[in-house]
T-cell receptor, first 112, second 112 residues
Framework: ETGVTQTPRHLVMGMTNKKSLKCEQH?????MYWYKQSAKKPLELMFV???????ENNSVPSRFSPECPNSSHLFLHLHTLQPEDSALYLC???????????FGPGTRLLVL | DQQVKQNSPSLSVQEGRISILNCDYT??????FLWYKKYPAEGPTFLIS?????DKNEDGRFTVFLNKSAKHLSLHIVPSQPGDSAVYFC???????????FGTGTSLTVIP
């Protein structure tokens, strides 16, 4: 595998479910990011990790919980989501924060 | 308040002609700018970047121009090819910062 991978690519969940999104980067980068992309809106930064430490949380509701066990892996744990959370969730990585980010293919999430 | 704006949601261009995609920003502290290309069902792919010490950067058919006084960024694609049909996002950051700010994207269609 090369670049940034994300699993699953598609996810449908009910409002009472708990699920996790996974991101893995094979670029040797030290910073990882979660973004949300909703229709007709700019990419919204959710979380930033730099050297496994969370350095940014953009007022994201607590029903989204990130986890970064090492510099190569990033998770987004989801619980009791709302239908308006349906969106494309993108993971990205960069050498360090502030440098060019490389994106994964995204997870298309539908909350019913 | 959106700090990076792409005011044209879509653009159609004939194959072989020039495509010009525009981006405006409001924060005069931004000093690093990127363009990404996104195909459906894929994550954004890094295309080209420019720092504020330059006013032009060229990579093959792609040239990015930066007008700092006007807080304006543009991407020129010459000659345009059907494979360039995609959504193009511009992004801006303060180089030492955590966060990139993205525009809403411009959907480019290159007509054969």
């Amino acid at each position: 595998e090369t670049g940034v991978t994300q699993t699953p690519r598609h996810l449908v969940m009910g409002m009472t479910n708990k699920k996790s999104l996974k991101c893995e980067q094979h670029l040797g980068h030290n910073a990882m990011y979660w973004y949300k992309q909703s229709a007709k809106k700019p990419l919204e930064l959710m979380f930033v990790y730099n050297f496994k430490e969370q350095t940014e949380n953009n007022s994201v509701p607590s029903r989204f919980s990130p986890e970064c066990p090492n510099s190569s892996h990033l998770f987004l744990h989801l619980h009791t989501l709302q239908p308006e959370d349906s969106a494309l969730y993108l993971c990205a990585s960069s050498q360090v924060t502030g440098e060019t980010q490389y994106f994964g293919p995204g997870t298309r999430l539908l909350v019913l | 308040d959106q700090q990076v704006k792409q005011n044209s949601p879509s653009l159609s261009v004939q194959e072989g002609r020039i495509s010009i995609l525009n981006c405006d920003y409001t924060n005069s502290m931004f000093d690093y700018f990127l363009w990404y290309k996104k195909y459906p069902a894929e994550g954004p792919t890094f295309l080209i970047s420019i720092s504020s010490i330059k006013d032009k950067n060229e990579d093959g058919r792609f040239t990015v121009f930066l007008n700092k006084s006007a807080k304006h960024l543009s991407l020129h694609i010459v000659p345009s090819q059907p494979g360039d049909s995609a959504v193009y996002f511009c992004a801006a950051s303060v180089y030492t910062g955590n966060q990139f700010y993205f525009g809403t994207g411009t959907s480019l269609t290159v007509i054969p």
